[in-house]
């Protein structure tokens, strides 16, 4: 199998896989390609039937959505087609640099595959964190406040930073298996994403929108280059996502783009 | 007709249940214990829930649960046993299981997960449990299980003891193809065969199929039978809209109305004559020009008497098939936006005026909201626009209407199948769902609907239909279809009878794809499974077609092909089983005319000016705090939150907007990346006004929508409206004359507007009859509206920009309480519902539309339920500014004191915040017409209102206001999900 880099150049090639449910794949290639890359929806049964093919691509996306209707749980049926069918190919992609995102129900499929917050080492059917239920037993969409963890990520900004980014979702609560979970993504600086209120400090009910441990909205990997998140930064890109912009004036764009910037830069230059 | 096949030694079966770790938090449990108290149980303490599987022919249970179906981290399993202890004096255990044919979604993914897991399974079936702990007797167990189920799609298994067995399906087998004796039957008996097969034809109906059918010298076969009526039915054909009508109105003046939607929607459409209309009252949604080579489509539809049975399933496949209308527009076309509805009793009905069979307010809103929620998000279909209205005379009969909006290209908006074509299915497998949808909907509800009816009430699999959606827009694409259109009321009959008119099609029902076996030649053919579309395909297309769908997983299923022979035949198994002459389906109706009356009801005075003492009232403060948090003005956010509103990242105006999310007009959206074009949607409607005269009521409507889609900067000259009519009896010569009074409105207003009707449609028979008597509906017209806007960056929201600014109000505010919140609040009754002076309107909504393009308004919104006092509160807690308001400076017709000038309901209103630098070029865009300066924004965190004497007749701190209205809902609410 040939390495992600054959993927890379001045415009690194994306796959954002899809399948049946598969819901945010347009706006997330649109984000992508404002930010530089070569993006392409592939469905999951043709990259199945080539695993190999992975390697052509610098960036796997997985976005939001409800894959085969989010049915047992959300992500899971997915989770387990991927680890069947591509978790090789997706352990390889990892080792030769290639980078992961997952968004939403991108996230979920990820947490429930195990690749994250363990990384390819941890791929089987025993995750060590979950997405659960909301607390409130709803699916709600709202905009939240993000703490953005400055450095640790080919994805993230170098220093902290504050984001407004929506949420929507009904299983975004992350918890893990027990504490040393936990403790060990804090330590390591692995909680990517946090949710805060608007002054950036960590609060309840509706600044933690599920019930999060930590307010954990958002993991990497042990190696950074894998990382999922519930807020959806494709739909902070244009200039007229934010939803106060009819008050803080047209802006060039808008956060989440950054994030598709980072890891498009670092799929170029790495 | 064969038996469901049962295998010699039936399958080994086990049960996986599923919990919550004790030390977790079950939310379900949670919800559904609050939901059980609300509903009066006592001496509940805790209720905990239990996913089951039923696996039949399973390789290896526990590896299958452990790896696919429970989450370690916060949950344990059991195979074959239970999680929790089932026996026990403080335990009951209630099993909730879909009743055999109703649609388990859930089924197949398990299938597909065990697969990649490399086991095997043969078949899934889903359940809920729920332990309930506490103090309950019998009583209270059968409370639960009405509370905790659905009778209609659902069963519960009491007790530990019964747990689903064997998953064959206990269906009774289909009958095949069979001569109906008709044409010896006299009036009596051929109404009691009508009834009896529930066709939904009346006498004169069933005379004209007699006629024919002695023509030819033979009986019909069911089929036939079915067919003629399926499209003969009201909610096909819209007999009511296309028939002439007698009508006499007010001083006795008498006219013949040659058809409603004729005479009034579709003549005023063609007087309007807008160069931007593409397609309209053709095709399964109007089209309207958008951008460069896209266009955009609207559709609306109710699904009202499935929702009031079953509310999950009802609004669920309402939403599910107005976008299948979407995908069926043109070639099809991409849905971007879905908008719901819906009116229904107040949430604090007493259970004791619930009338009978009827489920309480709340469930259904709950239940309704639940399903929009789940078919739209799932399907990422943004939910951008909707209404609540709360009336009384909804509760037997809620109206759930659903709209889709889709992206098509221009050269994808004619269709037409050719002779030769092939008939293709895809999508779903057909069932015995729905069946009998379309007379079911055209008929009134009674007490015993719910047990009757259940085969009409469906569960959507928004899935199967998002594949079908990425199947069917790929296949647009690369052009291997020539005509579509989708499965909607009638099945298969309604899709090809409609789609071979004016040619011919012969179709093998034994072809199509079936659940599960045993269904006849009639049922495939009217069953109205959803999530299925049929397609023209030419005959060198369909390897293309099948390679396509089998990449996106839907199947396609070749029924036959289009013909020249103006006849539809249709075979089962080799043998004719209908052979209809399609010239008769579709014209052989008969068009009987009908009787309409409309007399004004008699004016009761309000008070002023005439001598009458108005009763005392209560202050203005205390008015406008009871109106902000009354049902029909309190904050939808516990509706809008659960629905996926930014999917698709195409949102510029939310249904909340401002720091204090104060509630927006309309929508818009910039569907096209890379482009800054932007379309609004709003929508209008306003039933109370029918009371006194359903033609003001239809024109408030249209204003209303209008009006809405203005003030975020749609351009008033590129605005499509829909009329969505929910009526009573038809037959009741008062309700029609309501009806033509209320259409023409609809003509002489959108005229007057220049906002052409692009589609339509009506829903009659919103009646509840019991024990004799009748309660119909108010008469109610629901108008939406799509505008486009050159630019989203230049849209507007409502929120008050900040302090220092000048609130201007433009349109005339007249002595118009009557039917308005304040008289309900106050209980008057009579007075004039607000009028609409199309011409001022379209003036004042070009001048506004002229001053926002200049960049001069920096908030906008429209003044209507509730009147100036409402918007203006509205404003204020939006934008968390202060307000400072002279109604002494309000532009008024006549001598109104401050209540009227605050709570008056006068059409074509809008407010407008401006800078106050502004002044001079806004006078300009708006001379000639009403307006004023009346106010000024503050820092100083309140509304103040002075009164035309100069004191102060209102002052409230925003917080007070923000919370008032705010909460109600989601406090009447909450619980969760049913």
Same mark, same amino acid.
């Given at each position: ?270 | ?28 449990? /949670?919800?559904?214990?609050?939901? *059980?108290? @609300?509903?009066? =149980?006592? +001496? &509940?303490?805790?209720? %905990?829930?239990?996913? !089951? ?125 069979? /001569?109906?004796?008709?044409?010896? *039957?006299? @009036?009596?008996? =051929?109404? +009691? &065969?009508?009834?009896? %097969?529930?066709?939904? !034809? ?777």
């Amino acid at each position: 199998m040939k390495g992600p880099r054959s993927g890379r150049g001045v415009r690194p090639r994306v796959v954002v896989l899809r399948t049946a449910g598969t819901n945010c794949d347009l706006e997330t290639v649109h984000a992508l390609q404002r930010a530089g890359a070569e993006a392409e929806r592939v469905h999951v049964r043709r990259l199945a039937e080539r695993p190999a093919d992975l390697g052509r691509y610098a960036i796997l996306v997985l976005p939001g959505g409800f894959t085969y209707g989010d049915d047992v749980a959300a992500g899971r049926v997915l989770a387990v087609e991927l680890r069947a069918r591509l978790g090789d190919a997706l352990g390889e992609f990892v080792a030769h640099g290639g980078l992961v995102l997952g968004v939403c129900n991108g996230f979920q499929v990820l947490v429930r595959a195990g690749l994250l917050p363990g990384g390819p080492a941890a791929l089987g059917p025993e995750p060590q964190a979950t997405l659960a239920a909301n607390e409130s037993n709803r699916f709600e969409c709202r905009w939240v406040h993000v703490s953005v963890r400055g450095g640790g990520s080919p994805w993230l900004p170098e220093r902290d930073e504050v984001w407004p980014l929506p949420v929507a979702h009904g299983e975004g609560r992350f918890l893990t298996r027990g504490p040393a979970v936990l403790e060990a993504l804090e330590r390591e600086g692995r909680v990517a994403f946090r949710y805060v209120d608007e002054r950036g400090r960590p609060g309840g009910y509706p600044a933690n929108p599920n019930g999060s441990a930590h307010h954990i909205a958002g993991v990497t990997d042990p190696t950074g280059q894998v990382l999922g998140l519930m807020p959806h930064p494709e739909r902070n890109v244009e200039p007229w996502h934010h939803p106060a912009w009819t008050r803080l004036g047209v802006r060039a764009a808008g956060e989440g783009l950054a994030l598709f910037r980072r890891g498009v830069a670092a799929a170029r230059s790495g | 007709m064969s038996e469901v096949p049962r295998a010699e030694a039936p399958p080994t079966v086990h049960r996986v249940e599923v919990v919550y770790r004790d030390e977790i938090p079950d939310p379900r449990g /949670r919800a559904a214990a609050t939901l *059980l108290t @609300e509903a009066g =149980l006592r +001496g &509940l303490e805790c209720v %905990r829930t239990a996913r !089951l599987y039923v696996l039949e022919g399973a390789s290896d249970p526990d590896r299958i649960a452990r790896e696919l179906l429970v989450d370690p981290v916060v949950e344990r399993h059991a195979v074959d046993a239970p999680c929790l202890p089932e026996k026990g004096p403080q335990t009951r255990v209630l099993t909730v299981v879909r009743r055999p044919g109703v649609m388990d979604p859930a089924s197949a993914s398990v299938r597909r997960g065990v697969h990649d897991l490399g086991e095997r399974v043969e078949a899934v079936r889903t359940a809920w449990r729920y332990y309930l702990m506490g103090e309950l007797d019998d009583a209270a167990e059968r409370l639960a299980i009405r509370v905790l189920a659905n009778a209609t799609v659902e069963e519960v298994l009491v007790g530990p003891a019964r747990v689903p067995g064997s998953l064959g399906q206990r269906l009774p087998p289909g009958r095949s193809a069979a /001569r109906v004796s008709l044409n010896d *039957l006299e @009036e009596d008996a =051929l109404l +009691g &065969l009508a009834r009896g %097969r529930g066709l939904s !034809l009346d006498l004169e109906e069933m005379r004209a199929v007699q006629q024919h059918f002695l023509r030819l010298g033979r009986e019909p076969t069911d089929v036939e039978l079915e067919t003629i009526a399926q499209t003969w039915s009201e909610h096909c054909k819209h007999k009511t809209f296309a028939a002439p009508i007698r009508y006499t109105g007010p001083e006795g003046r008498r006219e013949v109305v040659d058809g409603i939607f004729r005479t009034f929607i579709v003549a005023a459409t063609r007087a309007i004559a807008a160069p931007w209309c593409v397609s309209v009252f053709e095709d399964n949604a109007g089209v309207v020009a958008f951008d460069g080579p896209w266009c955009l489509s609207f559709k609306v539809e109710t699904h009202n008497h499935p929702s009031a049975l079953e509310p999950y399933g009802g609004a669920g496949t309402g939403l599910g098939g107005v976008i299948r209308d979407t995908l069926g527009t043109g070639l099809g076309a991409r849905p971007i936006a879905s908008t719901d509805v819906f009116c229904l009793g107040p949430p604090d009905l007493p259970a004791l005026e619930v009338p009978p069979g009827v489920l309480h307010p709340r469930r259904v809103l709950r239940g309704v909201v639940a399903g929009v929620r789940d078919y739209g998000n799932r399907m990422g279909i943004p939910t951008v626009n909707g209404a609540l209205v709360f009336d009384r005379r909804y509760a037997a009969n809620p109206l759930v209407y659903c709209g889709s909006v889709g992206l098509v290209p221009r050269d994808r908006v004619a269709k037409e199948a050719r002779s030769g074509d092939l008939v293709v299915a895809v999508g779903g497998r057909t069932g015995r769902d729905g069946i009998h949808g379309a007379t079911f909907s055209s008929a009134a509800l009674d007490e015993s609907s719910e047990t009757l009816s259940s085969g009409a009430v469906q569960i959507g699999d928004p899935i199967t239909e998002k594949r079908l959606a990425d199947a069917v827009l790929a296949a647009r694409d690369r052009g291997l279809h020539r005509s579509i259109t989708d499965c909607g009321a009638g099945g298969f009959s309604s899709a090809v009878g409609e789609m071979a008119r004016g040619l011919g099609a012969e179709v093998d029902l034994d072809q199509a794809p079936l659940k599960y076996p045993g269904l006849g030649p009639a049922e495939v053919w009217i069953s109205e499974a959803q999530e299925r579309m049929v397609l023209a395909v030419p005959p060198a297309a369909l390897e293309g077609l099948r390679a396509l769908c089998a990449e996106e997983d839907v199947e396609v299923a070749v029924l036959g092909r289009f013909t020249d022979s103006g006849r539809l035949v249709l075979s089962w198994h080799g043998e004719t089983v209908g052979d209809l002459d399609l010239a008769f389906l579709h014209e052989g109706m008969p068009r009987p005319e009908r009787v309409a009356r409309w007399d004004a009801p008699r004016r009761a005075s309000t008070g002023t000016g005439e001598g009458r003492t108005p009763r005392p009232r209560r202050p203005s403060g205390e008015v406008l705090l009871a109106l902000l948090s009354g049902w029909d003005t309190c904050s939808r956010e516990w509706v809008v939150r659960q629905y996926d509103h930014e999917v698709q990242g195409a949102a510029a105006v939310r249904p909340l907007v401002g720091p204090w999310e104060g509630p927006s007009d309309a929508a818009v959206l910039a569907p096209l990346a890379g482009s800054r074009r932007g379309v609004a949607i709003a929508c209008g409607l306003a039933p109370r006004y029918g009371d006194l005269d359903p033609y003001r009521m239809a024109a408030c409507s249209i204003d209303e929508a209008v009006r809405n889609a203005v003030a975020v900067g749609a351009d008033p000259a590129r605005i499509a409206i829909l009329d969505n009519f929910a009526w009573g009896d038809p037959s009741d010569p008062a309700t029609l004359g309501a009806l033509v009074r209320a259409a023409q409105a609809c003509h002489d207003v959108a005229v007057g507007l220049g906002t052409p009707f692009i589609s339509g449609k009506d829903s009659l028979n919103n009646v509840y009859r019991h024990e004799g008597r009748a309660t119909a509906i108010p008469g109610t017209l629901l108008v939406s509206a799509l505008g486009v806007l050159e630019d989203v960056t230049r849209s507007i929201t409502m929120d008050l920009k900040g302090p220092g600014h000048r609130l201007h109000a433009v349109g005339l505010t007249r002595d118009e309480v009557g039917g308005s919140a304040w008289g309900a609040l106050e209980g008057l009754e009579g007075g004039e519902a607000p009028a609409v002076d199309a011409g001022r309107a379209r003036a004042i909504y070009a001048a506004v539309h002229q001053a926002m393009g200049q960049g001069l308004v920096l908030a906008c919104h429209d003044a209507s339920e509730g009147g100036l006092g409402v918007a203006l509160a509205e404003m204020a807690l939006a934008g968390e500014a202060g307000l400072e308001v002279d109604l002494g400076r309000l532009p008024v017709d006549g001598d109104l004191d401050d209540a009227r000038r605050l709570w008056s309901e006068s059409a074509s209103r809008l407010l407008l915040e401006a800078a106050p630098e502004a002044a001079g070029a806004l006078e300009a865009c708006l001379a000639g017409l009403p307006h004023a300066d009346i106010g000024a924004t503050t820092a100083s965190g309140r509304l103040v209102v002075r009164g035309t004497s100069g004191g102060e007749v209102l002052e409230a701190p925003l917080e007070a206001l923000r919370e008032a209205w705010r909460t109600p809902l989601g406090r009447a609410l909450e619980g969760g999900s049913p």
